[in-house]
């Protein structure tokens, strides 16, 4: 069984995210959020929801003015946001070595060996075989804790180079990854032949966030490997330029949709502005 991010860990990528990003605010209120959130199609009760997972999980931070909560990104989803925004620093060369974390946890804690398997995944390791994770980086740091009572062995694990790639295709499921980049292409530049155009600025919002989606999915799946470990043709960057295009063509409109949602409201004042808003 191939471990990777699930689906409600990438919804909470590709969502609040976006909504922070084309709004271009670092703090937004909890109506505004909701209603920009609501937009992408979730109803009210399961934005709300959204949030409190997301502010329980420690992506989000909420500081109540009034009764009014204010939301701001925090901890890895930032980082992750800003190096989507920003594009990712510039990583040392690939050292040949994999981090490895090994637990034998019984099965009267398997909530305990669930948490703890589901946040490693989510570090960037995968499974290569039951109780062995291995990574490009060591990120275990945050997750010793929760193997709670029981214990972790950790260290760094260094193969032949001529097994690395089968390793990695295999630990990664990188043909899988390869298929679903290029439908995302393919359905990214079926949509560039659209009159984008023409759309009002709801529909641009809704639109942009449909094409970003599996953009956040994949990098999900695929950004903890360095580039050594990629194979040469990789397709990621002919979905990044696919997708940039169509920024460029969607931006300014879905950004005007969160302007008039955040000008209606009530609470435009509880709004601070990014810092470093997206170029246009």
Not at 86 to 93: F, K
Not at 221 to 230: M, S
Request: proline share 8%; with cysteine; hydrophobic share 45%.
């Amino acid at each position: 069984m191939h471990l990777r991010p699930d689906d409600a860990f990438v919804s909470s990528f590709d969502t609040v995210p976006y909504a922070f990003g084309v709004a271009e605010a670092s703090v937004l209120p909890g109506p505004i959020l909701t209603r920009l959130v609501g937009d992408l199609g979730l109803t009210v009760p399961a934005s709300k929801a959204l949030l409190h997972r997301m502010t329980q999980a420690g992506g989000l931070t909420m500081e109540r003015t009034g009764r009014v909560g204010r939301y701001a990104m925090t901890g890895a989803l930032l980082e992750r946001f800003q190096e989507f925004r920003d594009g990712r620093p510039p990583r040392d060369p690939w050292d040949g070595r994999f981090h490895t974390i090994v637990y034998d946890i019984p099965e009267h804690d398997r909530l305990a060996r669930d948490h703890l398997r589901t946040a490693a995944i989510r570090a960037g390791y995968r499974q290569v075989r039951p109780g062995i994770l291995i990574g490009p980086t060591d990120a275990a740091a945050s997750l010793i804790p929760l193997a709670g009572a029981n214990q972790l062995t950790t260290g760094w694990w260094t193969l032949d180079p001529d097994q690395v790639s089968g390793l990695v295709a295999r630990c990664w499921d990188l043909d899988t990854i390869r298929a679903r980049y290029e439908t995302a292409v393919a359905a990214t530049a079926d949509l560039l032949t659209s009159d984008l155009e023409r759309l009002a600025p709801a529909d641009a919002y809704r639109t942009l966030h449909a094409a970003i989606r599996p953009v956040v999915a994949l990098r999900l799946l695929d950004g903890p490997l360095p580039a050594e470990l990629l194979p040469h043709d990789w397709p990621a960057g002919d979905l990044g330029r696919a997708f940039d295009r169509v920024a460029e063509r969607l931006g300014v409109a879905a950004a005007a949709h969160a302007t008039d949602v955040i000008a209606r409201s009530p609470h435009a004042g509880l709004v601070e502005a990014d810092a470093a808003p997206r170029p246009r």
